[in-house]
């Protein structure tokens, strides 16, 4: 069995299969016939199937009758030649449907056909039918060979080497692996729906485009990347969350935008992280915490159902359910719960929290106050118990540098991470518009800075100065794109969800 049978074979010897390829790449040259550029399709596979999907209503009699006929064109996922008849699969971007090639009916192409390979892409007219067992297909009278593959699909990827070939040539991938197709599908009908979703009466978000490259990276306390702008002979950020100027613009008046972004931070790659990722950020003027929370939940919510059609979920075999009401739950009380030795009159005590983040193996640096301490601990203790959605709440004003402080609790902000299966999905808040704390706070980031914080915040005076024109009450949130994509696909690592993830070069 050759490599033009079908997808599951091995194939002894690449290179040999390469090379008589090209061979046949050089007979078509020769005829003045390769890679034509002038076929054009009028349907689809998958649109076909779906039309007539019902067998009882379009019996083979009935599809005859109808004489419809059909040009497609996609590439040779199968073949099997029989003598006079050959019954090929052929795959375009919406599914898979069979061609009836009969050499009496395509005359003297067919004898090329059957030397046509597996991953060839090719284009068919003919009219409908429906075989014997049931399956539509289309009756081919013109075939025409688009263009010549010069490499042989693989069978299947397995094994650790080749889970990383399938993020490298993501091309074949998305050729040979049905779900992964079905993932950049969802994908892509996720964001689409989100986009509607906020845009809708009454929510009515205006959709706008931020600065990719920054004079001061901020937004978010992250270690930036770093280029160069010849011209200007200065360095710019890549932009690492694009808060400071979403928030600009409620200043000058759009009191509701969003932007589903790039954002790049110079970190550590895991099943969680790439180092280029994708944000949706939105700022809401005259709205809390609390209505934040209440519109994430909503679009997660609704994303689900509409996407989906359900809310009951499975991420790497835990069951979740996005349709209840998500837990809103104190960060103090719940690390409270979870480490019962700790004592309330001790969360914010720095020299006891200093005790217990030792005791329980966190890294203790000199900086650390009892905010940053009791997150710590959060991070160590809490965070991966959380499974069905919850809000954590009321974040320490240490480790949350543009969220509001909480009227009545001091050193307490208005601000939520929301956790599902131990994992962070978005991180919201009441956006802090007092000019002059904003002013001390980022001080006390460039203080940190100097004292060796690499992911402190720097200094943004402009930002002050649009705070002091006047920002009015506002919440904010940013909601981790593919993080919830993970969710929604039941995919256990952000490569899973990136059609082109960070890969150490190739040797």
Known sequence: MSDTDLIGTAVPDENKLIAERREKLKALREQSIAFPNDFKVDCFAGDLQVEFEDKQQHTAEAIEALARRVKVAGRIVLKRVQGKVSFVQMQDFSGRIQLFVHAGTVGDVYEAFKSWDVGDIVGAEGVLMRTKTGELSIKVDVLRLLTKSLRPLPDKFHGLADVEQRYRQRYVDLIVTEEARRTFALRSKIIG????????????????????????PGGATARPFVTHHNALDM??????????????????????????????????????????????????????????????????????????????????????????????????????????????????????????????????????????????????????????????????????PLARENDTDKGITDRFELFIHGKELANGFSELNDPEDQAARFQAQVDAKDSGDDEAMHFDADYIRALEVGLPPTGGLGIGIDRLVMLLTNSSSIRDVLLFPYMRPEA
């Open 193 to 216: 729906f989100m986009r509607k979703w906020l845009e809708a009466a009454p929510r009515r978000f205006m959709e706008v485009e931020t600065p990719m490259m920054h004079i001061i």
């Open 235 to 400: 360095d710019l950020y890549l932009r690492v969350a694009p808060e400071l100027y979403l928030k600009r613009l409620v200043v000058g008046g759009f009191d509701r935008v969003y932007e589903i972004n790039r954002n790049f931070r110079n970190e550590g790659v895991s099943t969680r992280h790439n180092p280029e990722f994708t944000m949706l950020e939105l700022y809401q003027a005259y709205a809390t915490y609390h209505e934040i929370m209440d519109l994430t939940e909503a679009v997660i919510r609704d994303t689900a159902k509409n996407v989906l059609g359900t809310t009951q979920l499975v991420w790497e075999s835990a069951s979740i359910d996005v349709g209840p009401a998500f837990r809103r739950w104190r960060m103090e009380d719940a690390v409270l719960e979870l480490n019962p030795e700790i004592k309330r009159e001790e969360l914010r005590d720095r020299e006891a929290m200093t005790a217990h983040a030792r005791h329980l193996g966190v890294q203790v640096k000199p900086g650390y106050g009892w905010g940053k301490l009791l997150l710590e601990i959060f991070e160590k203790t809490v965070e991966h118990t959380l499974v069905q959605p919850t809000f954590i709440i009321d974040h320490p004003v240490e480790v949350s």
